[in-house]
């Protein structure tokens, strides 16, 4: 059974850091794309980054370059977002995902297994 379970999300003030975590289980994480995705209320699902272990390629998506770093270990099955100067509008649920194909792709739409999410808030 695939599981992704998110957690380090929680409320930070504009400027600060967050780790997320993603723990993966019940697939051959390392063969995978995995992705990070958000959702803020009342808007649709929206990538910021990509990773694929078979070609190593990555995807940061604009809104998080500079600021947002994605990691994978793939000994462990974990898969980190580590996030930093955070803004409020980077407040929404985080979802970790894998798509299980080899090759970089970050398309919403070929992600087909999530993670419950992880709820970051950022204000003052």
């Known amino acids: 059974q695939v599981q992704l379970v998110e957690s380090g999300g929680g409320l930070v003030q504009p400027g600060g850091s967050l780790r997320l975590s993603c723990a993966a289980s019940g697939f051959t994480f390392d063969d995978y794309n995995i992705g990070w995705f958000r959702q803020a209320p009342g808007k649709g699902r929206e990538k910021i980054s990509c990773s694929s272990s078979s070609d190593g390629n990555t995807y940061l998506a604009d809104s998080g370059k500079g600021r947002f770093t994605m990691s994978r270990d793939n000994a462990k099955k974990m898969v980190y977002l580590q996030m930093n100067n955070l803004k409020p509008e980077d407040t929404a649920v985080y979802y970790c995902?894998?798509?299980?194909?080899?090759?970089?792709?970050?398309?919403?739409?070929?992600?087909?297994?999530w993670g419950q999410g992880t709820q970051v808030t950022v204000s003052s």
């Open positions: 995902a894998t798509n299980y194909l080899r090759g970089l792709d970050c398309n919403v739409l070929t992600f087909g297994s």
